[in-house]
Every structure is written in structure tokens, then in C-alpha cells.
């Protein structure tokens, strides 16, 4: 999904992504990379969004992805590298969603209204 920040185009994986940037433009999109093993395999966990400023990590993961074996261990390697480099970890889900939905300008970002009409108190056509 591709929507504007700062009269940038920025292509993101998820519409969660590109919401909760949407509401918190000054963060860094993708720009930390963590090394895990899963399965014996080397990964690169690909951390959301960086907070440079305030040293916070934030992963955005619907409640139902957040306990899978594989962002589990995704989690301890970021926790870990957080630790080491004096960062928070945070998770943001279902929650902060629907405590901030009514935050997004959906007549600017019409395209997102679909995939966040579950968090909607009222409908929107």
C-alpha cells in the first residue's frame, strides 16, 4: 500500500503499517535490521518503525499473528538488541487501532477506510 508522508510516496508492507506512520510521521520506516535463527536458518528481522529520537522500536502485529513461533522469535532478538543498544520494544495491535482510527484523514486516504473499517465505532461509505 502506497500513501503519501511528508509529499513522499512510501510503499508499505501492511495498511497497519502505513496508518500508524501515517499518525507518526517522524519515525523511521524499516531502517533497523536484527539477525535471528529459525530453524537453524539466518534471518533478518526487519524491525517496523524506529523512534531515533525517543530510542523506542515498535512492531506492528495484529493480536492474531503475535504468539506464531516465528515472531516469538522475532521478539526475543529484538528485546535482546533493544537491551543492548538502550532501546524500548514496543508492539502495536488491535488496541492502539482502535483507540486512534478516528485519528486518519480517510478523505486524504480514501484507499484506507477498507482495511480499517473493523476499528470503525460509526460506518463509513
Known sequence: ????????????????????????????????????????????????????????LYEIKPNSEINSKKNKIKEIAAKEWAVNNEYAYKIISDEWFLENVHKVDFEKNPQLIKPMKQFFNIEHN
Open 1 to 56: 500500500m502506497d500513501i503519501n508522508i511528508y509529499n513522499i510516496k512510501i510503499k508499505y508492507r501492511s495498511s497497519w503499517e502505513a496508518i500508524f506512520h501515517l499518525l507518526n510521521p517522524k519515525l523511521n520506516y524499516e531502517k533497523i535490521r536484527i539477525p535471528y535463527y529459525l530453524e537453524g536458518l539466518r534471518k533478518l528481522y526487519i524491525v517496523d518503525f524506529e523512534d531515533s529520537d525517543n530510542k523506542i
